[in-house]
């Protein structure tokens, strides 16, 4: 009866069939191979495809950052002034108008870093690096040395614009809407202190060649901007704008730039 009872439970397993499962991994793939319990010899294939959530750090670091754009400014300066005419005889707001597309930002960021505040979504972003403003006049103007006088010069200029370089530290509120994404997608607000360390007026003419003059021209030394960047991906948008002239006297020109940025983020 024993050998009967064996036999009996030996044919039963054997009845039931078995399980085979294999898994094949390849990158993110997952590939689970499970055999049939049926009499037909097939499989089921199942594919799974792991989704990777990026974790941003607390505290990210963006090197070397490029933006390329355009100056201007609001040119605010009553020339019918005492002040305005002391800085500059005879002037009136066409001798300050620029060539748009000539009138170039260039800004180099040594770095930038990203704190986050709220869930990566509200962070803090600060920086440092250094703003070179160019601003390409039409008219023949010149600015005179010791004291600084602006005066219509007789020579045709084919080049004739004054630069201003400021050393700048940017701080804004950056809000991130896409912080676990490949890419960020959001804008960022704030201001920017600069400190001016070179000013110059550089001349091209066909009488002269090329020169450069050197000297501060009684601008201000120092640039607080309101600042702004919209987050597109690879890349984005930025702005600027001060509310106070570039100049200590005389005129009142309210410098602003927009651009394209170009950087990780």
Same mark, same amino acid.
């Given at each position: ?6 036999? $009996?439970?030996? /044919?039963?397993? #054997?009845? !039931? ?24 010899? +097939?499989?089921?294939? $199942?594919?799974? %495809?792991? %989704? $990777?959530?990026?974790?941003? /750090? ?21 020339? +019918? ?11 009136? *707001?066409? @001798? ?12 180099? @960021? ?9 869930? $990566? &979504? ?7 690096? =250094? ?12 600015? !005179? ?12 200029? +084919? ?20 912080? %676990? ?17 070179? +000013?110059?007026?550089?001349? *091209?003419?066909? &009488?002269?060649?090329?020169?450069? #003059? ?9 640039? =607080? ?10 890349? /984005? ?27 990780? @983020?």
């Amino acid at each position: 009866m024993c050998l009967a009872l064996t036999s $009996h439970a030996q /044919s039963d397993t #054997t009845g !039931k069939g078995t399980t085979s499962r294999d898994t094949i991994r390849v990158g993110n793939l997952i590939i689970v191979k499970n055999g049939k319990f049926d009499k037909e010899d +097939s499989n089921t294939v $199942h594919v799974y %495809h792991q %989704h $990777h959530r990026r974790n941003p /750090s607390n505290l990210t670091t963006n090197w070397f950052i490029f933006d390329l754009g355009f100056a201007n400014y609001n040119d605010q300066t009553n020339y +019918s002034s005492a002040s305005a005419q002391a800085f500059a005889p005879g002037s009136n *707001k066409d @001798w300050f108008r620029l060539r748009t597309g000539k009138s170039v930002d260039v800004n180099i @960021w040594v770095f930038m870093q990203r704190l986050n505040m709220i869930k $990566h &979504v509200v962070n803090l972003k600060y920086g440092l690096g =250094i703003e070179l403003n160019n601003y390409r006049y039409e008219e023949n103007i010149k600015f !005179k040395k010791n004291p600084t006088e602006v005066f219509m010069d007789t020579i045709n200029y +084919s080049k004739n614009k004054l630069a201003a370089d400021y050393a700048t530290v940017p701080i804004m509120l950056n809000f991130n809407f896409t912080p %676990h994404g490949r890419h960020d997608f959001g804008f960022s607000v704030g201001a920017s202190v600069g400190y001016k360390y070179s +000013s110059r007026q550089k001349f *091209k003419s066909s &009488v002269t060649g090329k020169y450069k #003059t050197y000297d501060d021209f009684d601008m201000d030394p120092w640039k =607080i901007s309101y600042i702004g960047e919209l987050q597109l991906g690879l890349l /984005s948008l930025y702005g600027s704008f001060t509310t106070k002239s570039m100049f200590q006297k005389g005129l009142d020109q309210r410098p602003y730039t927009i651009g394209l940025r170009f950087g990780n @983020w």
